[in-house]
């Protein structure tokens, strides 16, 4: 079973910036997508980045321009870097890793961690 441990949440006032990272407790065999989510009081979860493997980026349209997704397959992590951050990305941020098995494909998630964004 892998454990995936997010890091870097906290309270940051608007215009502020954070770097969330989420960390694979063993090593991945073949990381396929690897993405961050998020979910907000009352709202579904929403995609907000994902980074494929051969390093396509995908993010969605409210944070276009102002998040970064990268990872490090060495460290089996994903990071995300959070810009110009405004009150409505308040949410719980969840990351998400897809791994290539040798039948199938593995499905996992981090706990969730809290982003605050106020002044």
């Known amino acids: 079973q892998v454990q995936l441990v997010e890091s870097g949440g906290g309270l940051v006032q608007p215009g502020g910036s954070l770097r969330l990272s989420c960390a694979a407790s063993?090593?991945?065999?073949?990381?396929?997508?690897m993405a961050w989510y998020r979910q907000a009081p009352g709202k579904q979860r929403e995609l907000v980045a994902v980074?494929?493997?051969?390093?396509?980026?995908i993010y969605g349209d409210s944070v276009k321009g102002r998040f970064t997704i990268s990872r490090d397959n060495a460290k089996n992590t994903v990071y995300l870097q959070m810009d110009s951050l405004k009150p409505e990305d308040t949410a719980v941020y969840y990351c998400?890793?897809?791994?290539?098995?040798?039948?199938?494909?593995?499905?996992?998630w981090g706990q969730g961690i809290q982003v605050t964004v106020s002044s």
């Open positions: 980074v494929r493997s051969d390093g396509t980026t």
């Open positions: 998400n890793v897809a791994e290539k098995l040798v039948v199938g494909i593995g499905d996992y």
């Open positions: 063993r090593s991945l065999f073949s990381i396929e997508d």
